[in-house]
């Protein structure tokens, strides 16, 4: 029987190794990308009867993006986890231009061209699933990170859009966003957070990947998921309060120390 493989990008860390680790438990083979290979060692050791490939490429260059689908596309992919990205804290005039365009490309440009890539893949193979990770940031402005959560709004806009059409077809190839709310990672690390432990609906890591991913790899009708009640219920709160309360909290939290 063929090896069947998910690839899963920003593998080296916090969700991507996640569910790596998870994928790997179900028996899954893994291709995994970041910016280094190092933490396919571990996963090696505990998972030796299985094949771990990890490739290392910067995907917010778009020439990475097809370099990489061209390596890759060999393989028997059944599944796609588009969960690199990441975000910078700070106010819009203040962010360097550059780091918000690699934001940009790597949150966006990438995310759509490899949604593109394997969208084509698995029409022709007639089977397939895409996970695109996109964030509670997604339904609402977030001033203090503007950039972040309008790269966010734009994956699941796009991925709804997709999978729509992709119902269409009657062929069993979809794309469903998985929209995490504030996670123990080192996401907030690197985008300059002091403090993450005082954001609401924090969901430990462990949590997080026993949530989603599952239902993530089953769900049928629904184009999107919000993992936890508490996001769940932040999603709604913030539909029926004023926009000026809702941006007002979303800014004092981002910009607190």
């Not at 007639?126 to 959560?149: E, Q, V």
């Not at 993530?216 to 219920?233: D, E, P, Q, T």
């Amino acid at each position: 029987m063929e090896k069947e493989f998910a690839v899963v990008t920003g593998a080296s860390s916090g969700i991507g190794y996640g569910y790596c680790q998870w994928l790997l438990k179900q028996g899954y083979h893994i291709i995994g990308v970041s910016s280094h290979t190092e933490w396919a060692k571990e996963l090696q050791q505990q998972f030796p009867e299985q094949t771990i490939i990890a490739l290392s490429y910067d995907l917010s260059i778009s020439e990475n993006c097809y370099a990489f689908f061209e390596e890759i596309k060999q393989y028997h992919i059944v599944l796609f986890i588009n969960n690199a990205g990441f975000g910078k804290k700070g106010l819009f005039e203040t962010i360097p231009l550059a780091d918000e365009l690699k934001i940009i490309n790597l949150n966006i440009q990438a995310v759509h061209i490899l949604t593109k890539l394997f969208t084509q893949y698995f029409i022709a193979k007639k089977k397939g699933r895409i996970i695109n990770i996109s964030s509670l940031a997604a339904f609402f402005p977030g001033p203090g990170m503007a950039t972040y959560y309008a790269t966010k709004a734009y994956v699941l806009s796009l991925s709804v859009a997709i999978n729509t059409e992709l119902k269409k077809t009657k062929l069993p190839v979809r794309v469903i966003t998985v929209c995490p709310g504030a996670t123990q990672t080192a996401f907030f690390k690197n985008a300059d957070f002091k403090n993450n432990k005082t954001l609401p609906g924090l969901m430990s890591l462990e949590q997080f990947i026993k949530k989603s991913l599952p239902k993530a790899l089953k769900v049928k009708r629904k184009n999107y998921l919000i993992i936890g009640w508490k996001n769940r219920f932040l999603k709604r709160l913030f539909r029926i309060i004023p926009q000026k309360s809702s941006l007002n909290y979303t800014y004092l939290i981002q910009t607190k120390d």
